[in-house]
């Protein structure tokens, strides 16, 4: 197993770019490695608390070593008193390095003209390859003789790019197959890039940007604000399609900011294709991100002119994928979806809010509501701001999870369950959220989860018959606020909380009763 040594310092640029998290930063290095099979041995990194750009008398430092468990970091001290302790630690990996104890150097912002000559003088003698960031450091290493295969500034980097080009080198100089790594251990990261394609996760962690937009809906609904804050809806509806695609380019090309910036540009250009465009173009845009990252590490292009290509290039690419050809296609399967579901309510409201209703529990348990119905609400609120089934979600999940849980802190079936359902009944009704809450009570006693299903189902069906839509995840006193019928998304939501709780309460206290006439063994 080839070994690596790590030397440098949080820098000055690169504070601001990754180094003013230097476990990160070593975590990273470390992580890559053992991807591509090699061990990081000797670790001497200083710390500092500001830019080294703006040193001043109050500036403190901490020196990383490396440990068997990892990068470990001494007391916070002076920075000069740091620079001892850091001129003593690269001694010791000169050292290291003379006696054939380690293969390969890695400058992070190094300082080769003073605390980490040794190293570099070592390094020069033995011949061993050298890569690293930070273009003054690195011209210096290479004046002293260094052997550099890799060099860069650190303009447009992060964490992970710098230390996927680090390995990529050694990699491309000892002929070791390597593939960049995402997860947070390599055991959690299976290398390949398609598995990380997970719409499921786009659509949660896009979900704040559709509340945001239901809340500019309501919000502009209000005489006074309507003027100024009515035309910003149409901007937030035109901002969706790149919000999702900088969550999918994020997600599956891994690269952080660089997926960020590849993803708004994707998204800018498939804003025509609906959120559907947007997630193509952005998942598009993090699969060219990461093989056009790579691709550049083995043309041993610089880091910075490797981020630039995986962010700039891949964004572009796929994103005039959408704009000339796919957007049509996308935006006509997202209007598809949305005329099934108003085909359906205009066939008979009243029963399909009753059928959604009774199943969407079904699917929340069995794990289908977040892979498919959440998608089909975000779908329905690109449009106008709210949702049929977001409606559904708020009523006959949310609203009854909210009065089973009531239930049990009102009359539960042994005091204990009291203090077990106070916190999901606050959550449920304050944020909109945890309907998860009520499984305990619900898989306890089958009638309670006949309750549940049969109070989802008229509130279901009042939803169809005010022709009431609205969302789930916010607070349920906001909730009524958030629909296109107010008054009839409220009658919904309080017949749910009602119904659940009333049921309830009656099958638990019936089961109480049950329980004392039983003799006692």
């Given at each position: ?109 190094a300082d080769p003209k003073d605390l980490n000559k040794e190293v570099i003088a070592a390094a020069a003698e033995m011949k061993i390859p050298v890569a690293g960031t930070g273009g003054t450091s690195i011209s210096d290493a290479r004046a002293l003789g260094a052997n550099v295969i890799s060099a860069s500034g650190t303009t447009g980097t992060t964490n992970r790019s710098r230390a996927v080009g680090y390995i990529s080198a050694f990699a491309g100089e000892w002929k070791t197959k390597y593939t960049p790594v995402i997860g947070k251990t390599i055991e959690a990261d299976t290398g390949n890039i398609w598995s990380r394609i997970n719409f499921r996760s786009i659509m949660m962690s896009s979900l704040p940007g559709f509340i945001a937009m239901a809340l500019i809906l309501a919000i502009g609904k209000i005489p006074a604000l309507s003027p100024t804050i009515g035309p910003l809806f149409d901007k937030l509806i ?284």
């Amino acid at each position: 197993m080839k070994k690596i040594a790590v030397i440098g310092s949080s820098g000055g640029h690169l504070f601001v770019l990754g180094g003013k998290d230097p476990q990160g930063l070593l975590d990273e290095i470390i992580r890559q490695s053992q991807a591509a099979g090699f061990e990081v041995t000797h670790v001497a990194f200083v710390a500092a608390s500001s830019s080294m750009d703006h040193i001043t008398e109050k500036t403190t430092a901490r020196l990383f070593t490396q440990s068997d468990s990892g990068p470990v970091s001494s007391q916070p001290a002076s920075l000069e008193e740091v620079n001892m302790l850091a001129r003593a630690a690269s001694e010791k990996i000169a050292a290291a390095i003379r006696g054939r104890e380690v293969d390969a150097l890695i400058l992070v912002s190094a300082d080769p003209k003073d605390l980490n000559k040794e190293v570099i003088a070592a390094a020069a003698e033995m011949k061993i390859p050298v890569a690293g960031t930070g273009g003054t450091s690195i011209s210096d290493a290479r004046a002293l003789g260094a052997n550099v295969i890799s060099a860069s500034g650190t303009t447009g980097t992060t964490n992970r790019s710098r230390a996927v080009g680090y390995i990529s080198a050694f990699a491309g100089e000892w002929k070791t197959k390597y593939t960049p790594v995402i997860g947070k251990t390599i055991e959690a990261d299976t290398g390949n890039i398609w598995s990380r394609i997970n719409f499921r996760s786009i659509m949660m962690s896009s979900l704040p940007g559709f509340i945001a937009m239901a809340l500019i809906l309501a919000i502009g609904k209000i005489p006074a604000l309507s003027p100024t804050i009515g035309p910003l809806f149409d901007k937030l509806i035109a901002a969706l399609p790149v919000i999702v695609a900088v969550v999918a380019a994020k997600q599956v090309s891994g690269l952080d900011e660089v997926g960020i910036v590849a993803g708004v540009v994707a998204g800018v250009l498939s804003t025509d294709g609906g959120i559907l465009g947007g997630i193509v173009g952005g998942i598009g845009a993090g699969i060219l991100a990461s093989y056009l990252l790579n691709w550049s590490f083995r043309m041993r292009f610089p880091a910075t002119t490797a981020s630039l290509i995986a962010g700039g290039i891949s964004g572009l690419l796929s994103g005039l994928l959408v704009y000339l050809i796919l957007a049509p296609i996308t935006l006509w399967l997202g209007n598809g979806i949305r005329s099934l579901i108003e085909t359906a309510i205009a066939f008979n409201p009243v029963i399909a809010g009753a059928v959604a209703g009774v199943l969407i529990w079904p699917a929340i348990i069995g794990g289908v509501y977040h892979a498919a119905i959440l998608p089909i609400v975000l779908l329905e609120m690109e449009q106008t701001g709210y949702s049929f089934l977001g409606a559904i979600d708020m009523t006959g999940l949310v609203m009854v999870s909210a009065g089973i849980t009531l239930a049990n802190i009102i009359a539960p079936k042994q005091k204990s369950e009291a203090s077990v359902a106070l916190p999901g009944f606050l959550v449920n009704i304050g944020f909109g959220t945890f309907v998860e809450a009520a499984y305990p009570f619900m898989f306890a006693d089958k009638r309670v989860f006949g309750s549940a299903l049969f109070a989802a189902m008229v509130s279901g069906a009042l939803c169809g018959l005010f022709n009431a839509r609205g969302t789930a995840y916010v607070p349920s006193i906001v909730a009524p606020g958030l629909s296109n019928n107010p008054t009839g998304f409220l009658i919904a939501m309080l017949a749910a909380l009602v119904i659940a709780c009333g049921l309830t309460i009656f099958f638990n206290k019936t089961a109480a009763n049950r329980n004392l006439r039983e003799p006692s063994e």
